[in-house]
Structures are given as structure tokens and as C-alpha cells.
């Protein structure tokens, strides 16, 4: 098996002297990691069907001050919240591999820590990371749904039309929550329609207004025929890994 230090250098392009906090599971705010996916097995994901994510603070000093638009506790709960991500997506063998922090200034973010659908998706056209990741919006409120993404989300953000990232809203400050919110909206990004059961992680959308039902702990299923579609997708990254 590859070590941390191959897999590192030849799947998030790490070398030298590097942090398994920062480098490998890409967190800088410290704060309580969710342990229930191993670093063993994060490796095992990240050197197979992975993707990268690019989170935009929405409204945040550039730099990533804490205690600006976000809290240090806020942007500790996004990260665990990408946790959350990760150990629902472990069962379908789909990894989150690299991510890109980014930040939107306050002069620059205007009256987009408000959004509603039509101004998340101005949101997305806006402004954008690398081309090699999804990008997910964190905002501080959504009026008409706790999230928007697209069904599927584009391969080159920079040519696509209409919105090109996910956007979900901080307003609770419940990171299983905010990872479930996560988990579904980048899992429309990667292909995912709404489903027929609760039980889901896509929940359902019985009066077919396009806002899917989704319950934290009840909300926690992917299918392999799910996994399939993720997979299938663009920005899934090819396999990296390296040698022992």
C-alpha cells in the first residue's frame, strides 16, 4: 500500500515537511475532527474515485481571518462538516480529495451573504475556484431552501451557462446537519436527482417543487446504483497513489 507520504506528494501534490490536519484532510481552523473515517481508509478514497471541493466563505475577510463574516466556531463546524461529507460518501467508495480555500471580501461579496435561489445562482457566475473542483457557496442565510445546486453540476465551470456550484447557508450551527445539507447538494452537482425515499441522502421531494426533504440521522442512505452516477462524473479525478 502507498504511504502518507507518496499518497501525499502524488495526490495532493504535498512534499517535504507537511501536516495531516492541513495537508492531507485540508483544515486550517483546528477544532474537533470527526474520526468515524480513518485516515487509513481517507487515503483509500483520496487515492481512487475522488473529487476536489473549493468553499467560498462568503462575505469573509481575504486572508481567513476568524471572527469576520465567520466565526472561528462557524468555520470549525464547516470543516467537520465536510467530515460529515466524507463518512456519508464512504459508502458508495466516493473520496473528497483536495480542497480549496477561498474567501469573497466584503467589498467584493456585496448582498450576497443573502441569497435566494435566482441570487445563488448569480452567485455561482460570479465568482469561481479551480476548474478541477466543486465549488460550494457558504453563505450566511438562504431564504427559500437550506440549499441550491444544479442536476449535474458542469465540467468546465468557466464556460458553463446558469449555476456552476452549490451554495448552502450557515444559519444553523449544527455541522451534521450542515455536512447532510453538503453531502446532497454536492451529490446533485455529481448527477444525483431527488429520491424516492426519506432514508436517503437525496431525501424526496413529494410536491415536486424542486426542494428536496432531507432529515438529519433518518437521511443517511447512497445506493450503489447512486455511487455509480457520482462516479460517472466529470469531476471525479483520476487515480493517484503512488508507490510504498
Not at 428536496?212 to 447512497?222: D, K, N, Q, R, W
Amino acid at each position: 500500500m502507498p504511504s502518507i507520504r507518496a499518497t501525499a506528494a502524488s495526490c495532493l501534490g504535498v512534499s517535504g515537511t507537511f501536516s495531516i490536519r492541513r495537508d492531507v484532510y485540508g483544515y486550517i481552523w483546528g477544532g474537533r475532527m470527526n474520526r468515524t473515517l480513518s485516515l487509513k481508509r481517507h487515503l483509500e478514497l483520496i487515492r481512487d474515485d475522488a473529487f476536489n471541493i473549493c468553499p467560498f466563505l462568503v462575505g469573509h475577510e481575504s486572508g481567513f481571518p476568524p471572527d469576520t463574516e465567520f466565526t472561528l466556531v462557524e468555520l470549525q463546524i464547516i470543516q467537520t462538516a465536510i467530515d460529515f461529507m466524507r463518512e456519508h460518501y464512504d459508502q458508495v467508495g466516493v473520496g473528497v480529495r483536495r480542497v480549496y480555500w477561498r474567501s469573497i471580501p466584503p467589498d467584493e461579496a456585496g448582498g450576497y451573504t443573502v441569497v435566494d435561489q435566482d441570487e445563488s445562482t448569480e452567485l455561482t457566475r460570479a465568482f469561481s475556484g479551480p476548474n478541477d473542483g466543486i465549488d460550494v457557496f457558504f453563505v450566511r442565510t438562504i431564504t427559500d431552501a437550506a440549499g441550491w445546486s444544479r442536476t449535474p453540476g458542469p465540467c468546465d465551470k468557466d464556460s458553463a451557462s446558469g449555476r456552476n456550484g452549490a451554495v448552502l447557508e450557515i444559519e444553523s450551527l449544527d455541522a451534521g446537519w450542515i455536512g447532510l445539507v453538503m453531502a446532497h447538494e454536492v451529490g446533485h452537482y455529481l448527477g444525483l436527482e431527488h429520491a424516492s425515499t426519506l432514508t436517503n441522502i437525496m431525501g424526496e421531494d413529494p410536491d415536486g417543487d424542486g426542494i428536496g426533504t432531507i432529515v438529519e440521522g433518518t437521511s443517511v442512505e447512497l445506493t450503489p446504483g447512486q455511487g455509480v452516477t457520482m462516479r460517472s462524473h466529470c469531476s471525479i479525478r483520476p487515480h493517484c497513489g503512488g508507490t510504498a
